[in-house]
């Protein structure tokens, strides 16, 4: 619905195809404070340490297979070990033994990643605090009901999700 709505808003498609050149420049994530990565979606078993990361060509559109495709289309599946296919035909499932490990060898506290509408706006998809989806549009698509949130990360690494209603 993206270039629906900038088409509406702006009048024709120049503003969709400025933003979506755009697009192929965003970082494929961030790191705050060197201890809580921040990604579009998830990991790649083809890129297991933020050097490698770093080593990667961000300023392309996203390929159909590989690891800047994996950051955009993985997804965190509770109950599974390793990698698994994903059902969006895109990236991989990885369970929680990967989040554990990515966490470990680069010295993190926290991945934190959107991607996947979440009813209270975020959640902790291994029970445990090393992994954070946060879906910040309530009421997706105008019929799901979710909360938004985002996440307030203050000096000592203390988390606060503030959540957001549809707003009429």
Excluded at 87 to 107: H, M, Q, S, T
Aim: aromatic content about 12%; hydrophobic content about 40%; overall charge negative.
């Amino acid at each position: 619905g993206f270039y629906q709505e900038v088409e509406r808003k702006y009048g024709s498609s120049d503003a969709w195809e400025i933003l979506v050149d755009l697009f192929d420049y965003f970082p494929i994530g961030a790191l705050v404070e060197g201890k809580v990565f921040c990604v579009s979606s998830g990991l790649s078993p083809e890129a297991k340490t933020l050097d490698e990361i770093r080593l990667l060509d961000r300023r392309q559109e996203i390929p159909l297979e590989g690891p800047l495709c994996d950051f955009a289309w993985s997804d965190p599946e509770k109950g599974l070990e390793g990698w698994g296919p994903s059902p969006r035909g895109a990236g991989y499932l990885f369970g929680e033994d990967i989040v554990k490990e990515f966490n470990f060898v680069n010295n993190l506290e926290l991945i934190a990643r959107g991607h996947q509408v979440v009813l209270a706006g975020y959640d902790f998809p291994f029970g445990k605090e090393n992994l954070v989806s946060i879906w910040s549009g309530p009421n997706y698509k105008r019929v799901i009901g979710n909360l938004g949130a985002v996440m307030k990360i203050d000096e000592n690494l203390e988390k606060e999700f503030i959540c957001l209603k549809e707003m009429p």
